[in-house]
């Protein structure tokens, strides 16, 4: 059974500090991932995606993927209070069009 | 574009009685995925369509759960008779196609309250 893991937290950093997100996966023929923010009450909106193994940069963002370790990062550089929210970590294995989903890691950015 | 819509946001009812939740993807999307969220369980996948045509329907629960999609613009989830447990946000998504790099784009969900 495919499984992808997070560390439900809470993770708290203070605003403008480095917050990171991990994720693992026990499936090794996933090709696809993502992170997901949802705000509490809300959607799971896709912010990041990454399909090969190194680093992703958008904006503040930096996905990194580790294919070998299993595992899969997400950086937020220069935390903002808005980036309190619930992070999802979602995979696909290669070929499959349908994502398993971690539990998520809550992040609490305080000011 | 107006994204997913989903109807209704909220609902209330009582055990046994018959629940229907609507969706509509976004146009142009060809795969449609419905979702039930809850503290407990997380993000769980009920069921999978393609094309209108239901490819993955493992996740959902039991007989009381259905799904028909009629058309590419419209999807149902019917929960017959719901009970206590079936309490969660049911949400809907939508990706372009049928590939594994393809975005969902997920809909406001439906809070469902089954007394």
């Known amino acids: 059974q495919k499984e992808v893991e997070q560390n439900s937290g809470p993770l708290s950093v203070p605003e403008g500090a480095i917050a990171s997100l991990n994720c693992t996966y026990s499936?090794?023929?996933?090709?696809?991932f993502f992170w997901y923010r949802q705000y509490s009450g809300k959607s799971p909106e896709l912010i990041m995606s990454?399909?090969?193994?190194g680093d992703k940069e958008d904006g503040r963002f930096t996905a990194q993927l580790n294919k070998a370790s299993q595992y899969v990062s997400l950086l937020i550089r220069d935390s903002q209070p808005s980036d309190s929210a619930t992070y999802l970590c979602?995979?696909?294995?290669?070929?499959?069009?349908?994502?398993?989903f971690g539990r998520g890691t809550s992040l609490i950015v305080h000011p | 574009d107006a994204g997913v819509i989903q109807s209704p946001r909220h609902e209330v009812t009582e055990m046994g009685q018959e629940v229907t939740l609507r969706c509509k993807p976004i146009?142009?999307?060809?795969?449609l995925f419905w979702y039930r969220q809850t503290m407990m369980r997380g993000l769980e996948l009920l069921i999978y369509?393609?094309?209108?045509?239901?490819?993955?329907d493992s996740g959902m629960p039991e007989d009381r759960f259905s799904a028909k999609m009629p058309n590419a613009s419209f999807s149902t989830l019917k929960i017959q008779p719901s009970e206590p447990r079936d309490s969660a946000v049911y949400f809907c998504?939508?990706?372009?196609?049928?590939?594994?790099?393809?975005?969902?784009?997920f809909g406001p969900g439906t809070r469902l309250t089954v007394l």
């Open positions: 998504a939508s990706s372009l196609g049928d590939r594994s790099a393809d975005t969902q784009y």
């Open positions: 499936d090794r023929g996933s090709q696809s």
């Open positions: 990454i399909y090969s193994n």
């Open positions: 979602a995979v696909n294995e290669g070929g499959s069009y349908i994502p398993t």
């Open positions: 146009s142009g999307h060809n795969s």
């Open positions: 369509f393609n094309n209108n045509v239901p490819i993955d």
